[in-house]
Structures are given as C-alpha cells and as structure tokens.
C-alpha cells in the first residue's frame, strides 16, 4: 500500500538552540569531508576536524560518535515515516510498493534540499565510493540500519508472513535506493547531472524486470 501524499506530520520548527546545533553539526561535516578528501578517512583523526571546524573534540562528540559518523548517518526521518505508516496500516498492506513509496518520497526532500546540504551529500557519496574505510564503516552503518528496519516490519508482519518477508522486502528496497545513490554520482562524474528521483525510479523497474523476468 503507498503511502499518501502528506500523511506524516509536518516538520517541527527548531528552536534557536536547535538551529545553532545543526549548524555546528553542518561545520563539522564540511571539515571532515575536506580533511577525507585530502588526506583519506583513515589518517584523519576527530582533533583534527574540530580543529578545522573550529570547535573543541568534546564538541565534536556531542554531535556525533564516531568520525565517521561525522560524513555518513542513517536517514532518521525515513525511519520515522517508515514507523507512521506501519502504524497506519494494517499487516496485509506492508508491502514493496508501500515502502518503495517512502524512500522515493525521502529522495524527492533530499533533492528539494538546499544546494548545500546536495553538495555534501555527493561528497559523501563520492568518498565512500572512492574510501575503502569510509565505504566499509557505510556498509556496517547501512547493516545496522537495515537490520533495525527490518525487524520492525518483522514485528508488523507477525503471525501473517514469515521473517523472511520483512528481510527481503526491506534488502529489496534498499538495495535500489543504494544503486541509484551509485549511479547518480557516477552521472554526476561524467558531467550528467541527472535527477536522483528519476535515476531512482529507473532503477526500480530494472529491479522488477531481474525479479519477474518481464518489462514493467
């Protein structure tokens, strides 16, 4: 079942020290994807980034766990539109398309995003394609994330569908969105700045054409 247009609530503005926190978080980022890129993921240490971001390592800490962290985190708010829309349907109606829907819609914010917040996003993504420590700590963050995703829908799908639904339905549609992550920085590389929604939209129906063997 897809997801309607509008059916979680509406972004809670935040509050000055909010503002001032993600901001901080924002600097930190920017620091650390500079130093990775000059000097690779692994050499690089935290006092160095908060150096270069111009606040002290306990900071640092106060935003994020790890370095890696710092560059690379799982999409909260597709967690959290993922638990309002189980929470709205029954278990019958979770489905491919239903979560299908909800990583679409988290493309289209992060497209809809500013310029800025795009243009960290691809560095990100050019790092870990190009980082072997960077893409293995993105791969076990992916994991985590995908397990935790996953026995959520397990939980939902309780006593109507075996285990192995929740886990296939959930690799089925990360491993989309991961792919067109992939080819949309390999566009980008190649001077096609393609749109990452659409990228993402042909890349599902390929995945339906390798799962039913017939063009959708």
């Known amino acids: ?18 503002r001032r926190k993600q901001e901080t978080r924002r600097e930190i980022t920017r620091a650390a ?5 000059q000097q690779g993921a692994a050499a690089t240490t935290v006092d160095e980034i908060a150096r270069l971001a111009g ?22 708010e597709f967690e959290a539109e993922l638990l309002a829309w189980l929470d709205s349907v029954p278990p ?12 679409e819609r988290s493309l289209c914010r992060l497209m809809a995003s500013s310029d800025d917040t795009k243009d960290r996003l691809l ?5 870990i394609a190009s980082d072997d420590h960077l893409r ?20 939902k799908v309780d006593g109507i569908r ?7 339905l959930v690799e089925a549609a990360g491993v989309a969105t991961r792919t067109a992550f992939d080819a949309w920085v390999d566009g980008i590389e190649k001077g096609d700045s393609g749109d990452l929604v659409e990228i993402y939209r042909a890349t599902r ?10 063009d959708v």
Not at 205 to 214: L, P, V, Y
Request: proline share 8%; hydrophobic share 40%.
């Open 1 to 18: 079942m897809v997801p309607p247009v509008g059916s979680t609530s509406p972004a809670r503005v935040p509050d000055l020290r909010e």
């Open 33 to 37: 994807l500079t130093l990775f890129e």
């Open 55 to 76: 606040v002290s390592p306990s900071t640092f800490f106060r935003c994020f766990a790890t370095k890696e962290d710092s560059v690379y985190e799982p999409d909260r």
């Open 92 to 103: 019958e109606q979770v489905d491919l398309e239903g979560i299908e829907a909800l990583y």
């Open 123 to 127: 560095r990100a993504r050019r790092l």
């Open 136 to 155: 293995a700590a993105a791969f076990a963050t992916d994991a985590v994330a995908m397990c935790r995703i996953t026995q959520t829908v397990a939980a």
């Open 162 to 168: 075996p285990p192995t639904y929740a886990r296939l």
């Open 205 to 214: 129906r390929e995945a339906r054409r390798i799962f039913t063997g017939r």
